[in-house]
């Protein structure tokens, strides 16, 4: 067994993750599998507790890849650039339940990022529009328009981020291709565990976009999270039809809170009745990036957000004799106490089995 255990920064840094009450489950669960886009962005929606997550990488990189310098240069620019290139690309979601969705990305600088889901059919027409501080969703079957605020506003500390890639990953440069029309470079990020997957990212050197990323365990495991099939770059374009539809003006509206933080274990204590966990040490280079109460009254949760650099988990946590178990929570444990533990990954990121049944045994443990 490959594992690393390193004392996590005790800061209390912001989560990538905005969350509510379970009863919206039924209705949301087409965004996380739809809107996540690995590295650059992510677009999502908690199928659980209902919240969009819309989540950005580290703003920018500096380490000390001797051999590769040459590529750190470039991976900088396009995390540092993410929102200040104008552009509309069509890409393929692929998961890893072997469904795909075709989504149409916008970005525009100073105004947000658009997407909206073109396939499947039954997806079809749903629209986000985030502005880094207010995030937007219409749900044309249901004819309501989901307000927010952005995601953006809580981003985890980059210091945490590129501390973790530093020690959890090294960086190489791939074969080049083209993609889309574009030829790209390919950045390889290869993990120091071998049961954490492989990540490839292949870029557009000239305007700083990622067109295509894929995921690897071994030699002979990849899959393809997201692949562009079109792009085209400029103001012009990314501006085209850029809002929510004009329909979405007579809908209902709702309005959604973000999570409330928990800086220390006893600040959950009155509204979920247990002190949240927060061990110190996780195997796989994992440190908590930030832990969230949402719910209220019986159904009052705890969130922590793990981060290894690279991959995103969601521990929650809840008592067990109060609370639903929530649906999205795998591996799910139970201390002598009755607090109960449930891991969660953002769809198409292939973190294995055996990784989340220690990180949830690392909870179960800790908490002895």
Known sequence: MSQTHRSSDKRPISVKLLLTVPTWAARIRWAEEFLSSPLVTRVAINPTFGLIILAVTPSGFTGHWSS??????????????????????????????????????????GKGIMVTIRKPVERAGIVTIDDTKVSKTYFPDQDEVWIQPSPYLLQPAFALRWKLINQNYTLKEGRAS????????????????NEIPTRRMFVDPKHKVMLRYVMALGHDDESVVFDTKSVEFGRVAAMASFGLPSISDSATI????????????????EDAKFSARLPDDLPFGFEISGAYLFGK????????????????????????????????????????YGVSFGIAVVPGDTIPN??????????LEGAE
């Not at 750190?72 to 795909?100: A, C, H, M, W």
């Not at 591996?331 to 002598?336: G, I, L």
């Not at 055996?354 to 909870?363: D, G, P």
């Open 254 to 269: 709702k309005n959604f809170e973000g999570p409330r933080p928990v800086f220390i274990p006893a600040d959950s204590k």
């Open 68 to 109: 590769q310098d040459k590529v750190k240069p470039l991976l900088e620019q396009v995390l540092k650039s993410q929102r200040s290139v104008d552009y509309v690309r069509l890409e393929t979601r692929i998961f890893g339940n072997g469904g795909s969705a075709e989504v149409k990305v916008q970005t525009v600088a």
């Open 297 to 336: 009254g019986v159904n009052t949760y705890v969130a922590v957000k793990l981060t290894d650099g690279m991959s995103t988990l969601t521990v929650y946590e809840w008592l067990k004799r109060r609370a639903k178990s929530p649906p999205d929570a795998k591996h799910t444990e139970t201390d002598r």
């Open 178 to 193: 083209t993609i889309a029309g574009q030829r790209v470079r390919q950045i390889v990020l290869e993990p120091i565990d």
């Open 354 to 363: 055996s990784v989340l049944e220690q990180i949830v045994q690392a909870f």
